[in-house]
């Protein structure tokens, strides 16, 4: 068999969404399409695709998979991401000329994290072949229970630079502000400890997803201001990407639920899935 793997691009839109519906028949044309068309108008990134890949074999698109770049800029430097996203094949092109457009995908370029935070159970085998690692093994629905030591206050996003956070975190809590998500900043005796979370509903329960945090011990140790902000935004519970149960947060913890894989360096903070498919296609 021979096939091609090439870059999508606009052109290939039409196509893709045909095959992403024909993968993920819970998702409408609609919404690929918004999600291509978001992840079209970003700018481009060095040495990175914009968008994905796609399988072709005869002149015919017969796979797709999403590659979402972005630079993560924190305390300790700068790392780039590209999360995996969407992979689908057709079942003429399954086996090797699937794990060859996956493989190609995740190994374009080198100090690069790749993540992959939504994989399918019948697909962990292929991609921890090709190198992926497990990140978090489940999720924790809770509340916190700890306060700090001293003084804490929850201060909004727009007020981090003049607190003396980072240029480039300060940037990314007003942008993912901006995408609809919640940011803020704990202030505490100790340190700013910064957090962003993404409204999401479990069954009929509003919760807040956890999608940037430094260390879990700043959650933890700063959990009933937190849990209290959050609940006055009308979101009782947060869900937290861990591999078990969290001393401080109070909850069930669920094995295998949406578990999250990388490849490449470790990250710098405990969870970072800004900049991601979380984003720019949504739940």
């Not at 914009?50 to 790392?79: C, F, K």
């Not at 190994?107 to 994989?119: I, P």
């Amino acid at each position: 068999m021979t096939f091609d793997i090439r870059d999508l691009s606009e052109a290939d839109f039409p196509e893709a969404i045909r095959l992403l519906c024909e993968g993920f028949p819970q998702r409408d044309a609609a919404y690929w399409r918004t999600g291509l068309e978001r992840l079209s108008g970003r700018e481009p990134f060095p040495d990175t695709v914009r968008i994905g890949h796609a399988l072709y074999d005869g002149g015919q698109m017969r796979g797709v998979v999403l590659a979402i770049p972005s630079i993560h800029e924190g305390r300790t430097g700068a790392q780039t991401f590209v999360n995996i996203s969407s992979w689908y094949v057709h079942s003429s092109h399954r086996g090797p000329p699937a794990k060859a457009l996956y493989g190609h995908a995740s190994s374009r370029c080198e100090n690069v994290v790749y993540t992959n935070l939504s994989a399918a159970a019948h697909t962990l085998k292929t991609i921890t072949a090709i190198g992926f690692r497990e990140w978090s093994a489940g999720q924790l629905l809770c509340i916190g229970t700890q306060s700090g030591e001293g003084r804490t206050r929850i201060v909004a996003a727009k007020h981090a630079r003049s607190a003396g956070l980072p240029d480039s975190i300060c940037r990314t809590l007003v942008e993912h502000e901006k995408f609809g998500c919640i940011s803020f900043y704990v202030e505490s005796p100790a340190k700013l400890s910064p957090f962003i979370f993404l409204r999401r509903r479990v069954k009929l329960l509003p919760c807040a997803q956890l999608i940037y945090c430094e260390s879990i011990g700043d959650l933890v140790s700063n959990g009933r201001a937190i849990c209290a902000a959050l609940a006055m935004r009308g979101l009782p519970a947060m869900i937290v990407d861990t591999s078990g149960a969290v001393s401080g947060l109070r909850g069930k913890y669920f094995p295998g639920r949406a578990s999250k894989y990388l490849k490449g360096p470790t990250p710098a903070l405990a969870i970072d899935h800004t900049y991601s498919e979380m984003i720019y296609l949504g739940f």
